[in-house]
Structure formats: C-alpha cells, structure tokens
C-alpha cells in the first residue's frame, strides 16, 4: 500500500466544502477499508489531492489551541481520544508518553491518507492515565469496543493483527492467534502482541485459566504458580471454570463495571454463609478487577481545575500554605505537596515561624519568603499552582513576596467563609458549587495543609508544657533538699 507521492496534511480555513469533494473523500475511505489495495489507497488520495484546491485544511484557531493544549499533555503513559466538531471520538490510541505520541500528530510532516483525514476532522482531544502498558492495551480496547470510532476501524481488515481466543470445550483454553476458526470465540484484533501477552498475564494472576494444547494427566507448573485451576486433575469443575471464562470475558469486551457487581454479590453471599476464607479471597479479587485499567481519575480532577481557573498549564504539582498561631505563641506554618492529585507526604515541610508580630499576615509573609528562597536554592521543585489558607488580603500578602523574589508561579486562596476563592487577577471571588470536582481538590489541599501545620504547633505546645513542667519539678525537688 506504497504511495509515491508525497501528500502535505491538510488544515481547513474554509467554512465549508463542496459536497462534491467530501463525497469524492467518503467513497475513498470506504474503498480502503473494503479494498485495501495499492489501487483503492490511490484513489483515496487522488480525492484528497483534488480537494486541496478547494479545502485548504481545519481551522487554524482550532487546530493552534489544540496544539497548545497538548504541549500540557503529561509525559507518562495512558490513552488518547480525539473528537470531531460534534465532540464525537473518531480515535482512540495508545501511548507510553501521551505528550511525545499525540504532539507528533501536529508536527510538518507527511502523513498517509488516513492521517490526513483523521487531523482535517480532530476538533478535540483529551486522555486518560494508565500504566503500565498492559493495563493500557485493555482499557484501550475496552474503549474501541465501547465507543467503536471510525478511525480505529482499520484494524479489524488486518488479518495479521492478533487476537484472544477461547476454545469450545469443556475447560476452554485461551492463547493468543493471528488467524480464526469457527470452532472458537475471539477477542481483539489487538495492535502489539507483546503488549497483549502482558496483559494476558495480568488477567491470569487474578482468574486462572488453562493454556495448554492438550490437556495432560498430571498438574502442569502453572498449576502450583496458581495461574491454572488444574482442571487436568480435576481441581475445578466445569461450572466453575465455565464462571472463569465468563468473568475473563467481561474483562476482554470491556464491561469492568458488570463483572465488580458479579463479584460483589458473591463475596457478600459468602460472607452471610460464614464462608469467610472465600469471602476474603473474592474482596482481593474485586479490588484486583478494580485495579486492572489502572485509571487515575485525579489527572481528571486536574484537568477540571485547569480550566477553571483558566491556568497555563496542568497544575500536576500543588503546593497548599497555612500558619497555625493561637493567643501569639508557638506560631507555626506548613508546606504540603501533592503530585497528580496525592499527597507527597516525603516532601511536606514544617515551619517555626519568628516574626515579632504574630498576626496571620506577617506569618504568611515570611512562610512566602521562607519558601520562595528554599525553591530559588533548588531545594523544591517549582509548583504549578499555591493555594493559601485565607482571604484576599493572605493572596495579596503571599503574592507580594513571591513577585519580590522572583518567583512566578499561580497563587490563589481560599476562604473558609462560603468557600470563596480568590485569584489575583479578580476583583471578585469565584464561587463553585459543593462537591464541585476542582473544589474539591482545593479543599482537601487546603484542609491537610491546615492539618499539618496545626499538628506541629500542638507538639511545640506540648514540648513547652513538658519543659515548664519538669522546670517547676525540678525546684520544687531542690526547694526540698537540706541547705
């Protein structure tokens, strides 16, 4: 499927296109996927050649901020979907680093056709964290299952692309194959056999299943690795492995949430028949299922707040500020870190504050200058975002020394009154409903810093007493020796 000539990716700045030209386009991408020959991928871009005079690409405004967008996109692993104008997902892909994988989609280059037409109709595109890879391979497919979008359906014309298969017997066995039978379910077509192995084996730690050509007489390693149930030896029986296959199934076509209710019931059935061992292995499958996409939904959380706040950037780091001072003594301040939404308890920091006058001001000032000549040393890694403990005068403060010292990076705070918070570049707070998402993340930022810094005034409390206390003990024992 070669082509020889070298086609520019399109990019739309007209508003409309002729018909003409989007049906010329239709009927080429269906020749390629009913016909994937060298002649119906010409055909394809001979449409797609034609239709440069006439259609000169997306709209650049769209297609720049989607660009942008992406230049935040993280560097770790997980999967991408990409819209249409109608927020439609037209692909779903995979990535070991989503920034690297998605920003190659927008660089000058040459794509092939499909490309071409898939950049011309991306309005959108957002993703999920997954790892490791194998996880990955599965919510991917679960997805494509789910959503099925037309540019993904290419691979089901790839016969050489592997696949899961389920044989009809009995106890089933399941292997991976590139060519199908009747006599077999399957699962897939999947794009990386390595990938798919892996995941295979991921699925197999948590629901046993039996792999072998024939099955033999005695148990096989797998058995004592307890990743096979020994129906050889006859250590399951049918309707129980039967439930197996059924369960790996539901993993396989994606419907996670249906096999978690399964297992639920079961467990607690168990557990009203006092059958507690079993119970206890089901709870440790059930969070092993839960587990598998290996999602993380604070990324989301984050996303969310991004856009709330109208930040630059993902504020995948979060520094939270709060002083704890009760009647002008042991006055302390705290640092707390999160990283994609979790505390980074390691990186918390403690402070004992020493400014002369002990109103919440003039700490939050010098906790500010305090931190910001720490990040300046290299002693922390820069924030993306701070959120302080208070109200627009604790922001003003705050800001005031950060901008000082060079440092900047977005600050807001937040108010216990109402919940308000603040953002410098407003003359008016910003209100979000309970339970919003990105006050949530706020909050519970807001609430540890809050925690921590009201821990350590309470130990700097007790070890004073303690001192006072041994001190009055002390004389009092000298008061009682003979002089």
């Known amino acids: 499927m070669g082509i020889k000539k070298k086609v520019n990716p399109i990019r739309n700045k007209t508003p409309k296109a002729s018909v003409a030209l989007l049906t010329g386009i239709s009927n080429g991408v269906n020749s390629v996927r009913d016909n994937p020959s060298r002649e119906s991928d010409d055909c394809l871009r001979q449409s797609i050649s034609k239709g440069a005079e006439h259609i000169k690409g997306c709209p650049e405004k769209s297609f720049e901020e989607i660009r942008e967008k992406v230049k935040n996109f993280p560097l770790s692993g997980g999967i991408y979907t990409m819209k249409n104008s109608a927020g439609e997902i037209i692909y779903i892909g995979k990535a070991s680093s989503l920034r690297k994988r998605v920003r190659s989609y927008f660089r000058k280059a040459v794509f092939s056709p499909h490309k071409e037409l898939l950049i011309k109709e991306v309005r959108n595109i957002d993703f999920i964290l997954c790892e490791p890879e194998a996880k990955a391979l599965l919510l991917e497919q679960a997805l494509i299952q789910g959503k099925k979008p037309k540019y ?29 039978s009747r006599l077999c379910r399957y699962f897939g077509p999947y794009p990386q056999a390595k990938e798919l192995k892996q995941a295979l084996e991921l699925i197999r730690r948590i629901i046993p299943f039996r792999s072998c050509a024939r099955m033999p007489k005695k148990e096989c ?3 004592h690795l307890n990743l096979c149930p020994g129906p050889c030896i006859k250590k399951i029986s049918p309707d129980k492995y039967a439930n197996s296959i059924r369960e790996i199934s539901l993993i396989l076509e994606g419907r996670k949430r249906e096999l978690m209710e399964a297992i639920r019931v079961e467990m607690n059935r168990a557990s009203e028949d006092r059958r507690f061992e079993e119970a206890a292995g089901l709870r440790d ?6 587990s598998l996409y290996g999602i993380k939904r604070e990324i989301k959380e984050l996303v969310l707040l ?9 504020p995948f780091r979060i520094e939270a500020v709060d002083v704890s001072n009760i009647s002008g003594t042991n006055s302390t301040g705290s640092v707390v870190i999160f990283g994609n939404g979790v505390p980074l308890k390691s990186e918390y920091r403690r402070y004992k504050l020493l400014s002369k006058r002990k109103d919440d001001l003039n700490l939050i000032s010098e906790i500010a200058r305090r931190r910001a000549k720490s990040l300046l040393a290299g002693e922390a890694k820069f924030p993306d975002l701070v959120i302080v403990d208070g109200g627009i005068a604790h922001l003003k403060t705050f800001k005031a ?11 807001l705070a937040i108010a216990k009154r ?21 006050l949530c993340i706020i909050q519970k930022a807001r609430d540890e810093a809050h925690r921590f ?16 206390m041994l001190l009055r003990a002390q004389n009092a024992h000298n008061a009682r020796q003979p002089k």
């Open 152 to 180: 993904n359906i290419v691979l089901k014309d790839g016969k050489s692309f592997p696949l899961v298969e389920i044989s009809r017997e009995v106890f089933p066995r399941i292997r991976i194959v590139r060519k199908k």
């Open 306 to 314: 991004k856009g709330v706040l109208s930040l630059k950037k993902i």
């Open 221 to 223: 390693l797998y058995f």
């Open 285 to 290: 499958k059930l969070s092993a299922v839960s």
């Open 418 to 438: 109402n919940e308000e918070i603040w953002i410098a570049e407003n003359r008016k707070p910003l209100r979000l409903k309970s339970g919003d998402p990105a």
């Open 401 to 411: 020394e950060f901008r000082k010292a060079g440092v900047n990076v977005p600050v």
């Open 453 to 468: 810094a009201h821990k350590y005034h309470l130990f700097l409390r007790r070890k004073k007493l303690t001192g006072k």
